[in-house]
């Protein structure tokens, strides 16, 4: 096994605030893949009661819901993303990233085998 670096930060303004972190974004993501939360779910190997809480703490702590249900009938029902919550993933998602670029820019140096990035020339 190769040795790494996993690098977490936690970001908790005020402790009753509900988190947003990997676990609620996968989630998203895989509603956003299958159109369904128990789908989701299944894919993610969690219950449906936990993914659907996951689902409505998010949606209560934004600001307009990231997730949007459908009942079922003929067709069936259906669970999509909303505007609000395909731009959360996107932002999660960018921010994710700069944060492990500047990780590997601030300590890829002092550790074995973590890639290192050119550094420009200003």
Known sequence: MKPG??????ERLDTDM?????????LLEAI?????ITAAARLLGMSYRRAWLLVDETNRCLLHAAVTTNAGGKRGGGTSLTHEGT?????YRAVERQIGSAVTRQLGSLFRDMPRQRRSRA
């Open 5 to 10: 670096v996993r690098f977490h930060i936690r």
């Open 18 to 26: 509900p988190a947003i972190g990997p676990g609620k974004i996968a």
């Open 32 to 36: 956003a893949s299958t159109g369904s």
């Open 87 to 91: 731009e959360l993933v996107r932002r």
